[in-house]
Structure formats: C-alpha cells, structure tokens
C-alpha cells in the first residue's frame, strides 16, 4: 500500500504487472541484487531491553540532535521510558531502533519527513513480528509498503521503486550491532541495571542461549 493513501498505479488492489515476461525477470532480479525480497524469519527479539541515547544513536546511525528532535515531535519515542524530570533518561525498544534506522535511510534519499511520518505510523500499527516481512519502497515522493515479493517486483518493474528498504535486513543489521552494545532492564533491583556491566550484554546472551538449544 502507498503511505500516502493512494494506490500504486498499477490498479485497485496494487501494482501490477504490465510488461512482459521477460521486463519481469529482469525486474525480479534487480529487486534480489539489491536485497529487497523477502528474507528467512528473523530472531524474536526480547521487549524488556532498553537502550539508552548514545547506543541508539550509534546503532541506528543518526545524530542525538535528530533523536531528541524527533522523540519532542513524537516522530519515533522511546516505547519503554520517556524522559520525565532531571536524572531520568530515555529507553529505547529494539522496535524504536529499528524505525529510527529505517527513518535515516528514507531522509538519506530525499523522502519528505511529512512522507516519512506517515510511513512510521504504518509499521507502528504492524505486529513486531511483522516487520521483518515488509519491504518499503520509494520513487523519492511517496513510499510503498510491500508485503510480497510479487509487490515488490512491480514497483521496480513499473519504475516506482527506486529505492527500497527490506525491513528484515534491517532488522538483522540492529540484532548484530546492538548484540555488541549496552542494554537495560528497566524497573531492576539495581535501579535499571546497566547490562555493559554484566558478563556480555542480555540480548547477546539470550541469542547465545537459542543457539545452543
């Protein structure tokens, strides 16, 4: 679907395919040389994990100027504690990583915050573990939310994904770089446990802890 509200020119019920045979595999295969198909499920990721501003900023690339600007005009808040009076810091969800991230890449290709807005507020009403089967694609003035390779195919096929964002890669870029940094437990008998201090970070550990099970 378009974030916009309109449909992708192709027809009522999305984009369709209107060239032939061959523009289509040529378009199926621009979409997998960039990585916008579909991935294997990612990893579940633990909802109790927050991380604080300067791990998110790192992981998701953007600058403490850019968080707190967009966490005061409630573009992306912090899902796990807000900010509330001196002392106090925000936490930040591995889903609000996630958007930030994902944030930075559509204003690095010129994508409107007002387009940018409206996009978030559709993976906000996604299911965490939806995400991760969700590519966005963008002609630079709208953004298209594609849940299907075939969706995804069209749009580079009809010109308007000129670029895109596979949610999953994504995903799975946030897992590897916060898997390395600090986390928090809000509400610990040690006053918001600082996991930097403990043997390897939670989420580390519990990714450790599928894997030899």
Same mark, same amino acid.
Do not use: N
């Given at each position: 679907?378009?974030?916009?509200?309109?449909?992708?020119?192709?027809?009522?019920?999305?984009?369709?395919?209107?060239?032939?045979?061959?523009?289509?595999?040529?378009?199926?295969?621009?979409?997998?040389?960039?990585?916008?198909?579909?991935?294997?499920?990612?990893?579940?990721?633990?909802?109790?994990?927050?991380?604080?501003?300067?791990?998110?900023?790192?992981?998701?690339?953007?600058?403490?100027?850019?968080?707190?600007?967009?966490?005061?005009?409630?573009?992306?808040?912090?899902?796990?504690?807000?900010?509330?009076?001196?002392?106090?810091?925000?936490?930040?969800?591995?889903?609000?990583?996630?958007?930030?991230?994902?944030?930075?890449?559509? *204003? %690095?290709?010129?994508? /409107?915050?007002?387009?940018?807005?409206? =996009?978030?507020?559709?993976? @906000?009403?996604? +299911?965490?573990?939806?995400?991760?089967?969700?590519?966005?694609?963008?002609?630079?003035?709208?953004?298209?939310?594609?849940?299907?390779?075939?969706?995804?195919?069209?749009?580079?096929?009809?010109?308007?994904?000129?670029?895109?964002?596979?949610?999953?890669?994504?995903?799975?870029?946030?897992?590897?770089?916060?898997?390395?940094?600090?986390?928090?437990?809000?509400?610990?008998?040690?006053?918001? *446990? %600082?996991?930097?201090? /403990?043997?390897?970070?939670?989420?580390? =550990?519990?990714?450790?802890? @599928?894997?030899? +099970?």
């Amino acid at each position: 679907m378009t974030t916009t509200g309109e449909t992708p020119s192709g027809g009522p019920d999305g984009p369709v395919t209107v060239a032939s045979e061959e523009a289509a595999r040529a378009a199926a295969e621009r979409a997998e040389a960039q990585g916008l198909l579909f991935a294997d499920d990612v990893t579940a990721i633990p909802e109790d994990i927050g991380y604080r501003g300067p791990t998110v900023c790192a992981a998701a690339g953007i600058t403490y100027r850019q968080l707190d600007y967009w966490a005061r005009t409630g573009l992306v808040e912090p899902g796990i504690r807000a900010a509330s009076g001196s002392g106090t810091q925000r936490l930040y969800s591995f889903r609000d990583v996630l958007v930030l991230k994902i944030v930075k890449r559509l *204003l %690095d290709t010129g994508v /409107s915050l007002q387009q940018i807005r409206v =996009a978030v507020q559709h993976l @906000r009403d996604r +299911g965490i573990e939806d995400l991760a089967q969700i590519t966005l694609m963008s002609d630079g003035a709208s953004v298209y939310e594609c849940t299907s390779a075939d969706e995804v195919i069209d749009l580079v096929q009809g010109g308007q994904g000129v670029f895109g964002i596979a949610v999953g890669r994504v995903w799975r870029e946030i897992e590897g770089t916060l898997a390395q940094m600090p986390g928090e437990v809000p509400g610990d008998a040690e006053s918001d *446990l %600082d996991l930097a201090d /403990s043997p390897g970070d939670e989420l580390a =550990a519990r990714r450790r802890a @599928r894997t030899a +099970g």
